[in-house]
């Protein structure tokens, strides 16, 4: 009765990061197409369903500790997927703000050519799906895998920063506009940082060992 329950859980929340991974998605591709439509559907459709989701899963979480009290990796999974679970909802939060300035963005004209903030995107979605089909495959080489890609979307926004700034500087009327684009890339940049936070999750299921800030600590309790 236990794995039946956690198996549900698990499928719940890989429907969760579903969700999330084609908010971000649709949130850049409504910015480059100029789909205004696509945009509202993050905002008004999909971000409430995301929010239901956390709620529901959250609440299934409570009820497996409640019920079965869980030990050691079966607790550490269900504690793990409590934690990714707000990681995500904050993820799908993102997706609304890149959507709201992709809005504001698709009615006025380009600062300058999209280039760097598409792989960007294409980056942190990449990072994204990784991180949960880790959790799914209980890979934990390839969790860490995604932890070591952090530092690509950083570089990706630090970039885009820099010729931000140029622009801004050399023309003052592009400001409100560049501090959109530059708001898109600390919210992906965001999400990069959660998935890396999901990879670190399913290396502690996995391994039950955290690498956190760069130390290793075994996990109490055993496998």
Do not use: W
């Amino acid at each position: 009765m236990f794995y039946e329950k956690l198996n549900k859980l698990k499928e719940k929340i890989i429907e969760q990061g579903n969700l999330v991974e084609s908010m971000i998605e649709k949130s850049i591709r409504g910015l480059l197409n100029k789909d205004r439509q696509l945009l509202l559907e993050v905002i008004q459709v999909d971000e409430p369903r995301s929010n239901e989701n956390e709620i529901e899963i959250d609440e299934m979480c409570v009820n497996l500790i409640a019920r079965f009290q869980p030990e050691a990796r079966d607790l550490r999974t269900v504690i793990m997927i409590l934690k990714m679970n707000n990681d995500l909802e904050r993820i799908g939060d993102m997706a609304e703000n890149i959507a709201d300035s992709a809005l504001f963005l698709i009615e006025r004209p380009q600062v300058k050519p999209l280039i760097d903030l598409p792989k960007m995107a294409e980056e942190t979605i990449r990072m994204l799906k990784d991180s949960i089909d880790a959790f799914i495959k209980n890979d934990s080489n390839l969790a860490k895998n995604v932890c070591e890609r952090d530092d690509i979307v950083d570089a990706y926004r630090d970039q885009i920063l820099r010729e931000l700034i140029t622009y801004m500087i050399s023309d003052p009327t592009t400001i409100e506009r560049a501090i959109h684009i530059e708001r898109i890339s600390r919210n992906l940049e965001r999400i990069a940082d959660l998935a890396t936070n999901i990879g670190e999750d399913v290396v502690y299921i996995v391994e039950g060992k955290v690498i956190k800030h760069g130390r290793y600590k075994e996990a109490e309790g055993g496998a």
